[in-house]
Nanobody
Framework: VQLQASGGGLVQAGGSLRLSCVASGRTSSMYGMGWFRQAPGKEREFVAAIRWPGDNTYYADSVKGRFTVSRDNAKTTTYLQMNNLKPEDTAVYYC?????????????????????WGQGTLVTVSS
């Protein structure tokens, strides 16, 4: 499967962006999508995830209430709506997925559970 992330850019604090991740290839074997981010000089961290069937969603505490993850099944696209952005949200954002099985809830934030990664899209939030 191939993942293409897009939608990043420069935005002022308090603004919004919507990231998209388009999947192609063996999408029928996908059961969820995760979003991660890596800020300059920091390790990559979990942001949000959506798992299907059921469209269960999961969020890091730092983005809960501000970010929303969703998907458009018909277009095999997953979205990350980011509102009330803060300078500390500045990072390269990656989408990632796993084929063949659902990731269990307790491991949804673990990067090791994801086998395929997009190329990343840069989000810069100015103060």
């Amino acid at each position: 499967v191939q993942l293409q992330a897009s939608g990043g850019g420069l935005v002022q604090a308090g603004g919004s962006l919507r990231l998209s991740c388009v999947a192609s290839g063996r999408t029928s074997s996908m059961y969820g999508m995760g979003w991660f981010r890596q800020a300059p000089g920091k390790e990559r961290e979990f942001v949000a995830a959506i798992r299907w069937p059921g469209d269960n969603t999961y969020y890091a505490d730092s983005v809960k209430g501000r970010f929303t993850v969703s998907r458009d099944n018909a277009k095999t696209t997953t979205y990350l709506q980011m509102n009330n952005l803060k300078p500390e949200d500045t990072a390269v954002y990656y989408c990632a997925t796993r084929l063949g099985s659902r990731i269990i809830t307790s491991a949804i934030a673990s990067q090791r559970m994801y086998d395929y990664w997009g190329q990343g899209t840069l989000v810069t939030v100015s103060s």
